[in-house]
């Protein structure tokens, strides 16, 4: 059964820590979480009367925009203690939810963190590798630097092959994004369904009879011919899995 995780985002935190040329992209945290199961919860908390340009993006990838205006200094204070109610709350009402994303750098974040893991929660953190407190990073089953998605986002350019008339297909390169996913998270030989299930994720309109192939596998069979994907055969289980190749 997919993970279902419900994230919470410090939007103050993560858009003022970004330099005057740059743009904060959420969209880089939420397709990474996608990877690890289905976002069934997605709140941000700002006053949005000064972060306009960002409201498209949120509404665009459905996030709940939470309104804290700002009345002076104490209102940072009432934006972190609204997160750590809300979280708390979800940890109650919706057991179900079993990951919490806590988008932010922010080291007051260090007990809501303890206090969802008391709760057998795992708890993935992400925030900026200049500006987040050790203790927080510490704390969470797994962090990561906004820094370097923005980094691997920057370098995803075709490979070259010897022969290629043509850059890869954007098909192909969501199946490559899913296996490169697969293999962050330790799964190196996955099963056809297992590389679908993410690739559905990942983009939930995938689909295979759409791009003119009868199944699955056949779909993964044309990316094999293009060099994108190695196909596998497991003679013990009886199965083929996928893999990059080398």
């Known amino acids: 059964m ?12 993560m858009a003022l820590s970004m330099r005057e040329d740059e743009t904060f992209r959420l969209s880089l945290i939420l397709d990474r979480l996608k990877e690890k199961g289905k976002i069934l919860l997605k ?4 006053d949005w009367t000064r972060f306009q340009k960002y409201q498209r993006e949120l509404q665009e990838n459905g996030v709940e925009m939470i309104e804290m205006p700002t009345r002076g200094i104490q209102q940072k204070n ?10 708390l709350e979800t940890a109650f009402a919706r ?10 750098g ?6 809501l963190v303890s206090k969802l893991r008391e709760y057998n929660k795992t708890v ?14 510490d704390q969470c089953d797994e962090f990561i630097f906004y820094d370097a998605l923005v980094r691997a986002q920057s370098s995803r350019k075709p490979a070259p092959r010897s022969g290629a008339a043509a ?13 490169q996913a697969l293999g962050r998270e330790g799964i190196s030989e996955p099963h056809f369904s297992h590389v679908k299930q993410v690739l559905l994720r990942k983009n939930p309109a995938f689909d295979e009879s759409a791009l003119g192939y009868k199944s699955f596998g056949k779909f993964l069979e044309a990316a094999q011919r293009k060099g ?6 497991d003679k013990k289980q009886n199965v083929s899995k996928v893999v990059i190749p080398e």
């Open 95 to 104: 057991d179900y939810v079993d990951i919490f994303a806590i988008v932010s």
């Open 78 to 87: 009432a934006a972190d203690i609204k997160i750590v109610i809300d979280a």
């Open 2 to 13: 997919d993970s279902r995780i419900a994230v919470f985002i410090d939007f103050d935190n």
């Open 124 to 137: 993935i953190g992400f925030g900026h590798q200049k500006t987040t407190n050790r203790l927080l990073i």
């Open 228 to 233: 994108v994907v190695k196909l596998v055969r």
């Open 106 to 111: 922010d080291s007051d974040f260090t007990p």
């Open 43 to 46: 709140r941000a908390y700002s």
């Open 167 to 179: 850059p890869i297909e954007p098909d192909f390169e969501l199946l490559r994004d899913a296996l």
